[in-house]
């Protein structure tokens, strides 16, 4: 195996840290090709597809990049700003707030974000924090719920680079937070802000991405997990188990996944003369594709050709403070035993030298 080429090495250097917080991906704009590139490295990876590779490729390249890229990439079209895709600007504010709120705590840390599909790449990310010197590295993904799909394919994708380096740095990787009390409170505060300025739903329904049922069988928890914050989510709320629902959405193919579905769990709570249901989806840490169009469009416009009445999206924690300082909370948990806050510790340091110094040339002054 050929390794990468070493930056310098000089003895004496404190090594740096650095928190990676890494976020799905998206395509580089709302057009079939860049749609193309971008689902052909995602539906790829074999942690999201576990189909025998010869046949996952033809129904790839045959089926669903020719006919599936333009009809994404009318919907990545519906959700994109002038900035450019939802998702990315949400991450990279992300990451700057994150490194904020953690130097108000005293931690000297980088915070960067990275792709695992896409650009910042993973790779590109890891070769500059290296060339730059971070020995010590956080990955700390977008994921609440851990999934072999998502969270165990970022892992993947880390070390992978690593296998090419010969001086690896220290790593530690958040593998979930789907229980944190920051998080569940962070969500809590959204849905009573929501509640507070538009009244209280008949229904509130809790929307995650879904999973093919087969995953859960051979022992992902993504589901056990997703519940779990379902159902501490309620506690928080108050509610009862007739005041919300579970559904799971962003199905792909024809084989079973995650129940119940959430585009037919809402039309079939409007034929049964439900008239107004809020959506939440607390799997997203930042809105998306699959919010801002699947849900915020398409589940309302179906809900409301049903005979619904009144249907609110309620956005995802984004970069609401309570959801930063949360953020933070969990980051600094992971961060225990390192030396992040060394320029804090040597300038209480120096300053009690500096009161020592003083106290003896006042004490030698006297004599």
């Avoid at 035993?337 to 030698?364: C, D, F, N, V, Y």
Wanted: aromatic residues 10%; contains cysteine.
């Amino acid at each position: 195996m050929r390794f990468l080429k070493e930056p310098d090495y000089s003895h004496g250097k404190i090594g740096k840290t650095a928190v990676v917080l890494i976020n799905l991906g998206t395509p580089e704009a709302p057009t079939a090709s860049a749609v193309r590139t971008y689902l052909k490295q995602f539906l790829w990876d074999r942690r999201v597809v576990e189909v025998p590779r010869l046949i996952w490729w033809f129904i790839l390249h045959m089926i669903i990049l020719p006919f599936r890229s333009g009809q994404s990439a009318k919907k990545y079209a519906a959700i994109w700003t002038k900035d450019g895709s939802p998702l990315k600007i949400h991450t990279e504010k992300q990451a700057a707030l994150l490194k904020g709120y953690l130097g108000e705590r005293g931690h000297e840390v980088n915070v960067v974000y990275a792709m695992r599909y896409g650009s910042p790449s993973i790779p590109s990310v890891l070769q500059k924090l290296k060339d730059e010197g971070y020995e010590r590295l956080l990955i700390l993904s977008a994921y609440p719920q851990y999934s072999a799909t998502t969270t165990a394919s970022n892992f993947d994708a880390v070390f992978e680079y690593y296998k090419q380096v010969r001086n690896m740095p220290e790593l530690r990787l958040v593998k979930n937070y789907h229980d944190h009390d920051a998080y569940i409170l962070a969500l809590k505060q959204s849905i009573l802000s929501h509640w507070q300025t538009h009244g209280r739903p008949e229904k509130l329904i809790m929307s995650f991405h879904g999973l093919p049922k087969a995953f859960l069988l051979r022992g992902d928890p993504y589901h056990c997990e997703c519940y779990k914050t379902a159902r501490l989510l309620a506690e928080k709320l108050g509610l009862g188990k007739d005041d919300y629902l579970v559904t799971f959405q962003s199905r792909l193919g024809r084989a079973e996944w995650l129940q119940p579905y959430t585009a037919p769990t809402v039309k079939k709570l409007a034929k049964d003369g439900i008239k107004r249901i809020d959506v939440v989806c607390p799997g997203f840490i930042a809105d998306c594709l699959e919010t801002l169009e699947e849900i915020a469009m398409e589940v309302r416009g179906e809900f409301l050709q049903a005979g619904g009445k009144e249907f609110n999206y309620i956005p995802c924690l984004n970069e609401s403070p309570a959801w930063m300082r949360g953020l933070a909370e969990i980051a600094e948990q992971h961060l225990i035993g390192w030396p992040t806050m060394m320029t804090a510790i040597l300038r209480e340091q120096q300053k009690q030298q500096a009161l020592i110094s003083r106290s003896e040339s006042k004490r030698m002054g006297a004599e």
